[in-house]
């Protein structure tokens, strides 16, 4: 029997840049002032068929037994004896203007040695901010998106059940303020700081009006102020509207992304590479099996032995000298590549030689 080592094959994704590449402020950019508010809350899941916190979860055991005294019934915590209820941490993320009796959904996660929600209700829970202000109450049943099954010691789980979902499972209480203009001036924040892009942005919103009513404040941040005319009849979520919705082609950083642990490989489309040329050689590794069997001699009351006798071979290919010719867009590199016939994994090794000789026009992220 005759058994090869293989290298397995992982993808090489290419980031192809749209032709024109133009985008919209409101997907590159996000308004100051105006923020998410992250909520979180402390609850029992209920409804579990036996697959809830064990006796070491002490706190599951104290947060029963206090709820059980809200409704009058006073329990010694010894005597409980609970796998159908789980300690769960409640977490939601609420936009920005969220205003009272508003739906968010929310993520119930286990804290304690649960096995799985699947089937499980959140009891009504409290969700509270950094501040420790109440927002809202969440409770419903779980949605787990998996399954969990377990017999006379055996168990089937698919995906991951000791985290699960509410959708709409929490009702605002109080709503989230935000605060949108100071002294006239709307700031507007890029996802990704640079200063070519902030620039244009402001030169967008300037051609746009018609007047110099932009300016870039620093590599992520750009004041508009608000036209006389917006702010006279109420009109700033209308003005606000219209600078989301323009036009803008952002300036973006060469970069190869690449991750060792998986084999990914991103190319920015920004990426050019000099041409250069590449020594590679390739290793094959052979393992052989072969089965010995000793036979006794007639009449020795000996044993007949089996046993497997193996052998490794290695051998390397030719090295070649390819010629990498100078590639000017993420096509060309692609085209390149390809026609070296290398697995994903001496691609990494390609890049970060080409990176360290100089070759490689982009910045070599490794993560």
Not at 35 to 51: C, F, K, M, P, S
């Amino acid at each position: 029997m005759r058994t090869k080592l293989t290298v397995v094959a992982i993808a090489v994704i290419l980031c192809v840049q749209a032709a024109s590449g133009v985008v919209r402020i409101k997907d590159i950019a996000s308004v100051q002032g105006v923020r998410n508010q992250q909520l979180i809350g402390y609850g029992l899941a209920v409804g579990l068929n036996g697959t809830g916190d064990t006796q070491r979860s002490t706190f599951t055991l104290q947060s029963v037994s206090s709820m059980l005294k809200r409704f009058g019934i006073t329990v010694p915590q010894s005597d409980l004896r609970l796998r159908n209820v789980a300690a769960v941490m409640v977490t939601a993320t609420v936009p920005g203007f969220t205003r009272e009796g508003a739906a968010i959904d929310v993520i119930v996660s286990s804290m304690g040695d649960a096995t799985s929600l699947q089937g499980g209700t959140l009891l009504m829970t409290p969700m509270a901010g950094i501040n420790d202000s109440l927002y809202g109450m969440a409770q419903g049943p779980l949605s787990v998106g998996g399954m969990s099954v377990r017999a006379n010691g055996n168990e089937v789980r698919r995906n991951h059940t000791a985290a699960g979902r509410i959708p709409g499972g929490m009702i605002m209480e109080k709503a989230v303020t935000s605060s949108l203009m100071q002294d006239s001036t709307v700031g507007i924040s890029l996802q990704q700081a640079d200063f070519t892009t902030a620039t244009r942005v402001a030169e967008a919103v300037n051609q746009k009006v018609g007047e110099r009513i932009a300016n870039p404040v620093d590599a992520s941040s750009i004041a508009v102020r608000v036209p006389e005319a917006f702010r006279k009849d109420g009109r700033l979520v209308e003005f606000i509207s219209l600078v989301e919705l323009l036009e803008v082609q952002p300036d973006v950083t060469a970069k190869v992304v690449i991750n060792e642990r998986t084999g990914t490989i991103v190319v920015g489309g920004a990426v050019t590479i000099l041409a250069a040329a590449i020594s590679h050689g390739g290793l094959n590794i052979e393992i052989e099996s072969v089965p010995m069997i000793s036979q006794p001699a007639p009449f020795s009351q000996g044993q007949t032995v089996s046993a497997q006798l193996t052998a490794v071979y290695a051998n390397e290919d030719s090295t070649t000298v390819t010629a990498f010719e100078g590639a000017a867009t993420v096509q060309d590199v692609a085209k390149t590549l390809n026609a070296l016939k290398v697995t994903p994994r001496d691609i990494i090794a390609i890049f970060q030689a080409l990176k360290r000789s100089g070759a490689l026009n982009a910045e070599l992220v490794i993560i």
